[in-house]
């Protein structure tokens, strides 16, 4: 078998990515549309799951199918993105940023970063590992279980455990 050298193998990465996005965009891009509804966020996210197809690509070569991972990775990408948009610390968030006055709000931004930080002290380094990568880097569930090296239902019962803290300091309906 011939070695292929680094930029071979680009080449061919690349090759195989468009040959994916040229079969499958469309699926993918209506499925993330479907579940998001909305065609910016769809496109965005189509994009995202095509990113990722490129750092698996020999993983996709050696499956069965690429389609079904493509619109695994689709759903579970757009699925993360409506959970985190519906967390109750955004609605938070966003009721903070509309009674701020037209000014910097300096005061405000210290007491918010204030309440953070205390919510965050009471989680173990860990948990708050898990916040910061989720709701602030946005990173999917997957990606800080692979981080933190734990179970992404691990991951999932930590951040509900600070949601409901939060919830409960913050009265959040």
Not at 3 to 14: H, L
Not at 71 to 92: D, F, G, V
Not at 136 to 141: F, I, Q, S, Y
Request: aromatic content about 8%; glycine content about 6%; proline content about 3%.
């Amino acid at each position: 078998m011939k070695a292929i050298t680094g930029g071979q193998k680009d080449k061919d990465r690349s090759e195989f990515l468009r040959g994916l996005y040229t079969a499958y965009g469309g699926s993918v891009y209506e499925r993330c549309r479907y579940l998001l509804k909305d065609a910016t966020k769809a496109e965005d996210a189509m994009q995202e799951v095509f990113a990722r197809a490129l750092s698996h690509a020999d993983e996709l070569r050696a499956g069965a199918s690429p389609l079904a991972w493509l619109m695994k990775s689709a759903t579970h990408l757009c699925l993360n993105q409506l959970r985190s948009e519906r967390a109750p610390w955004r609605r938070w968030f966003e009721r903070d940023a509309l009674a701020r006055p037209e000014g910097d709000g300096g005061e405000q931004k210290m007491e918010t970063r204030a309440l953070l930080r205390s919510l965050l002290s009471r989680v173990d380094l860990e948990t708050q590992a898990a916040v910061v990568h989720y709701w602030v880097d946005g990173m999917t569930l997957e990606e800080v279980a692979s981080i933190l090296e734990r179970s992404v239902p691990t991951v999932r019962k930590r951040l509900e455990r600070f949601a409901a803290l939060t919830n409960e300091e913050l009265m959040v309906p």
